[in-house]
């Protein structure tokens, strides 16, 4: 990574990543620590100073958990084979899963001891739906850049998962030699393991791996619509706190953007 960032000559590097607040697929402790390996890794080596900055794009809890579910359903479906059973282990595993992440005032809390409070920020992803050249010059205020708006193409690409809330559930299942190549690999794994060293086995090895992506079907499970009444009532006094803190932290009134509880007002993290 250090030598293609400075083979870029860019001032600005970019990494994206969607690891830092599932605390139940990604481990999202560790890879936060990791990213602050990375990071004085990148300041001991690279020949110029360098300044590291975490941002990250939040979402109202009850929506990002349908889109998650629509999103994760082909490895959810085992444990969770309707959505009203997956909100429901939530609702008795506040920490588990995602779950945990979505409690954004921790999270924060937690980035800010390990990069530095001027390091961080969070930014609302319903203000960029609002108005994406507001969040746009926001991100660009606080990466301290003095790039224009109007050279970038910020044009919104469609989710073709959603529309208008309602989030298609897609199950994604490889084909019948795909399925028959994985099994087989894994219950020979031990036996083939000797091989993992050979050039020729690694070759063989990527070229099945990208015939079996590619045979990867996306299967059509339905939609979801409204979040169940009761449920959306209990997931909101779920986060209900953590949205008011949080909206004090960040000084923005986050219920105006569809967070329950996410009222700022006098309060002593109105000023930080």
Known sequence: MLKEIKQSQ??????????????????AELNMLLLLRLFNYLQDNYNKQIECKV???????KDILKSFY???????KERFNSFEKFIQYGIENKHEIVFGGYFYDLVLDDMKRLYGSDN???FVYEKMK??????????LDFIGTNHKLEHLNYTQKVNVNSNEGVHRIREVK??????LIKKTYQHSRRILQPLEAINTFQTLKSITQSYCKKSMKVIDRGSLNHFPKELAYQIDNMYKKSNRRLSQMLNIDLEEYGYTGGRCKDSEYAQQ
Request: charged fraction near 20%.
């Open 130 to 139: 609002k108005d994406v050249k507001s969040y746009l010059r926001d991100i």
């Open 120 to 122: 961080v920020q969070f």
């Open 174 to 179: 490889p084909g019948f030699i795909a399925s």
């Open 55 to 61: 941002m990250m794009t939040i979402r109202n809890q």
């Open 70 to 76: 629509a999103y994760d359903f082909t490895h959810l």
């Open 10 to 27: 860019k001032d600005i590097v970019l990494l994206s990543n969607e690891c830092l607040i599932d605390y139940g697929n990604y481990n």
